[in-house]
């Protein structure tokens, strides 16, 4: 287990965990009924099985905060000069609630202590409260992938430099 670092002013205890069979079970119903991912038409069960891949360079972590699953962080640890995030999504129960930063906040300091050069993470054009909260956090546009996962929308992929 991880624990986060807290929150400027305190918050609520929170910590990483391997994501288990279970937590793949629970969460993914959940994040199949928000956009990006129902835009997507990923299912329960795509998502299960997403969440349920083992893949040593792609470590995939539940979110805990007040003993609940509050969300998910999926990494690839080796991309581009830098870790890339591949999945963070929280729970609507802990949108807005700061957690999503603690854990952008982990995810940099362990990419620091790996020596990377950057941080990559990518979002959906019409996402604009995810472009809105990278961006907040000091991440920067760097290309736009048009058509990428569906036809008529963009991926946004930006990049912070550490």
Not at 15 to 31: C, G, K, V, Y
Not at 114 to 143: E, H, Q, T
């Amino acid at each position: 287990m991880i624990t986060l670092p807290s929150a400027p002013g305190g918050g609520p205890a929170a910590s990483l965990a391997a994501m288990t069979a279970e937590d793949a079970i629970a969460l993914a119903p959940l994040f199949a009924t928000m956009d990006p991912w129902q835009r997507y038409g990923m299912t329960a069960g795509s998502l299960t099985a997403y969440f349920s891949e083992a893949d040593a360079n792609a470590p995939r972590y539940v979110v805990t905060c007040n003993n609940e699953r509050a969300g998910v962080i999926v990494m690839h640890w080796h991309w581009l000069g830098g870790p890339y995030v591949q999945f963070l999504g929280m729970v609507p129960d802990y949108q807005k609630a700061g957690l999503g930063g603690r854990v952008l906040h982990w995810f940099e300091t362990e990419a620091r202590t790996r020596a990377a050069r950057n941080i990559w993470i990518a979002a959906s054009d019409f996402n604009a409260p995810a472009l809105a909260f990278y961006m907040s956090r000091g991440f920067k546009r760097v290309a736009v992938l048009d058509d990428l996962l569906r036809d008529g929308i963009a991926e946004i992929l930006l990049r912070k430099r550490l």
